[in-house]
């Protein structure tokens, strides 16, 4: 690389590869790396990555995170030991939830809070629900609290109490009390984090970011410490779940923020390739070493949900790109079960040891082994660097006793069948954001990504009836790409909990300005340059007597500073969005206005995809690297083999056909057909529409 470049890098760390985008800003030119991710400390994986293709890190100029530390911290209870201190009566609600269970059948349902009871502490105090102090909190009582906690080994502490969104006095002395006493800087207040009415979502998400923050505050410093010794004075941007960017000095604050990181990252890359290649409507397929993400995008345009479960009973409340995972990654291992029934996940052999064909010590099978077994990927080059060669063999000895032996099926039989069971997996999961969802698939096309999502893509194309697959031209490495195009956001939400009629508009135009303005300077004082920036307003609305809302855009902007807001502004703009999710506006009911949500979001410069096209001069018969048998739908095909970065704009390709890279592997089913466009991307369709 140009020793005289600046470059902006992203990097995306998996549960098995940690990958790494290049995009140098002096030549427009595009490189990538793929390495082994490395646990518990996934900093060091993050540094070799960039290592691969920079050295001397003064060359950087912006570095931007996808990281699963936060979701792997909440998935494997390894966040810090945490304190609540809440409203006398009231120190069950993370433990009560919605009095749901995680079998919805069951009698009876296990659950553990991160939190344990010993550790949630009560004071006296309470605001009413429309904002009314009745009983004004004792600082004295609240250090009296904090004392314990500390005693008691907590690192961080979390403050929530009863109706604070409607009115946060107490809640601001009790925190400052809390910190007058409290050795670090691992405070949360709830009304800091979301001042939103329903009390379990206000107090899991909030004790959940203070579960966060001393692991992602520790793994954030280690990162910039470690890029600091290599010479880099730029930039560290980290990917929030909502698919935009925050500074590092917010994630320390929020972590909560980055608990879907690194999907959403490849959710904002493929909305921006797939609309600029002429594909409005995609369904991204990110297929992992552990698992299997899917999202919509419709009209270029990702969903966003305003709450999640990452794992049952942990509820974070914040704008979050809508992602569905299941376990089905090429790591997931195959497995018969008591009913003689082929299961695949959700264990994964992840990284370490990997599937059985890496030969580190795992004997059961996984859907790489079953790819490998069935001749779609090549033994002698893995992807990722940390292999020269796969074990054919020892994957056939392991997909023969775990699976062929128990359903009596030869070698290659019970490998396609891994294959197909995985496959009905993935498209369950594409079914459950796109027909399930009112959406028909065949407006859709699919967007295959992350390590084995191209080795699928045609299977998925034919079962779910999509209209085609769109493979990026780095499908390994395209959360990482994500990284470098999304965009700056910051959201906020405040709580109006009143009637359309009778509601103080100056009042909600002057919360919509503050907020508007909060977030305007979080964005100045990250420093960053924006090609542009935009300001959203939406409010969820219902009928009275109604429990849920709809979300509502605003069709307002600030213009010179100031944004104008009229009650029939909001009405309208309500009756048009409740027609478009129920097919028609109920008469002669009023209308309630529950919350404000404003989103801040600073545009950032994109790069010209094209210039990810291949170089000028290739040609199909010197990029064709010979042929391989393939064993497809029970017989064995010749597929043709590809250099695919070497493969010209508009080249054709017919199947059966292996397409290789350094980060993935595409395979062309025989029936299908792959085209390049003038981005590099490659358009697979059935073989009568081309």
């Known amino acids: ?319 979050m790109i809508e992602i569905t995972t299941i376990g089905a990654g090429g790591g997931s291992i195959a497995w018969v079960d008591r009913g003689g029934l082929l299961q695949i996940g959700p264990e994964s052999a992840g990284s370490e040891p990997g599937p059985v064909c890496y030969g580190l010590g795992n004997n059961r099978p996984t859907v790489t082994d079953a790819n490998l077994v069935l001749g779609r990927i090549n033994a002698d080059r893995p992807i990722g660097g940390k292999l020269d060669r796969l074990d054919v063999a020892a994957a056939k000895v392991a997909i023969e006793n775990h699976v062929g032996i128990p359903l009596k099926l030869g070698t290659l039989d019970a490998a396609e069948a891994i294959v197909r069971v995985a496959n009905s997996r993935m498209a369950g999961a594409i079914r459950l954001v796109s027909i399930e969802r009112g959406h028909n698939p065949n407006e859709f096309a699919a967007m295959p990504f992350g390590g084995g999502g191209a080795l699928h893509a045609g299977a998925l194309l034919k079962e779910v009836g999509l209209k085609s697959a769109l493979v990026p031209r780095y499908p390994g490495v395209t959360s990482a790409l994500g990284c470098t195009i999304a965009d700056m956001r910051h959201d906020f939400v405040q709580t109006v909990n009143a009637m359309l009629d009778s509601m103080d508009i100056a009042d909600l135009q002057s919360h919509m300005t503050e907020m508007a303005a909060d977030g305007s300077k979080l964005l100045n004082d990250a420093d960053v340059k924006f090609a542009d920036l935009n300001t959203q307003f939406e409010l969820d609305m219902s009928y009275v007597g109604q429990t849920h809302t709809v979300d509502v855009a605003l069709p307002i902007k600030i213009q010179n500073g100031t944004l104008t807001v009229t009650r029939d502004i909001i009405h309208d703009a309500f009756v048009a969005r409740y027609g478009q999710v129920y097919g028609r506006p109920l008469q002669g009911i009023a209308i309630r206005v529950l919350n404000l949500r404003v989103s801040v979001i600073g545009r950032r410069a994109k790069f010209d995809l094209e210039l990810l096209a291949p170089k000028a001069g290739g040609t199909i018969a010197s990029a064709q690297l010979g042929d391989r048998d393939v064993w497809v739908d029970g017989s064995w095909h010749v597929a043709t083999l590809y250099q695919r970065l070497v493969l010209p704009i508009g080249a054709e390709i017919a199947g059966p056909a292996l397409l290789e890279q350094p980060d993935t592997t595409i395979f062309i089913e025989p029936d299908l057909c792959g085209t390049v466009d003038k981005f590099g991307n490659l358009v697979i369709t059935r073989s009568q529409e081309t």
């Open 1 to 319: 690389m140009n020793d005289q470049s600046k470059y902006v890098v992203g990097v995306d760390v998996g549960g098995t590869f940690t990958d790494v985008f290049f995009l140098d800003e002096k030549t427009g030119l595009c490189e990538v790396a793929k390495v082994p991710s490395t646990r518990p400390d996934q900093s060091l994986g993050f540094i070799e990555g960039i290592r691969t293709g920079v050295k001397d890190f003064s060359l950087l100029s912006t570095v931007v995170h996808g990281t699963t530390v936060g979701t792997n911290a909440l998935l494997e209870r390894k966040g810090a030991v945490t304190g609540i201190i809440t409203t006398e009566g009231f120190r069950d609600v993370l433990e009560m939830r919605r009095r749901d269970r995680p079998t919805t059948w069951g009698l009876w349902g296990q659950f553990e809070p991160v939190v344990p009871r010993n550790m949630r502490l009560e004071v006296p105090e309470r605001t009413l629900a429309d904002g009314t102090i009745y009983t004004a909190v004792n600082p004295d009582d609240v250090k009296i609290a904090a004392r314990q906690l500390l005693d008691a080994g907590a690192e961080s502490v979390c403050v929530v109490f009863i109706n604070a969104f409607a009115n946060f006095t107490n809640e601001n002395i009790a925190i400052k009390a809390v910190r007058d006493v409290w050795p670090n800087e691992h405070v949360v207040a709830s009304t800091e984090i979301l001042p939103e009415i329903r009390e379990f979502e206000r107090t899991s998400t909030a004790t959940l970011n203070a579960y966060l923050q001393p692991p992602i505050g520790n793994y954030l410093q280690r990162l910039e410490s470690a890029l600091e010794e290599g010479g880099f004075n730029g930039q560290v941007l980290i990917v929030q779940s909502n698919g935009g960017v925050m500074s590092v000095d917010v994630a320390r604050r929020l972590p909560v923020r980055t608990a879907l990181s690194g999907p959403a990252a490849g959710v904002i890359a493929s909305a921006y390739i797939a609309s600029v290649a002429g594909f409005p409507n995609v369904i991204t397929c990110d297929m992992g070493g552990t698992s299997f993400d899917v999202s919509l995008v419709a009209d270029g345009v990702s969903a966003l949900s305003a709450q999640t479960s990452i794992d049952f009973g942990m509820v974070v409340r914040t704008p």
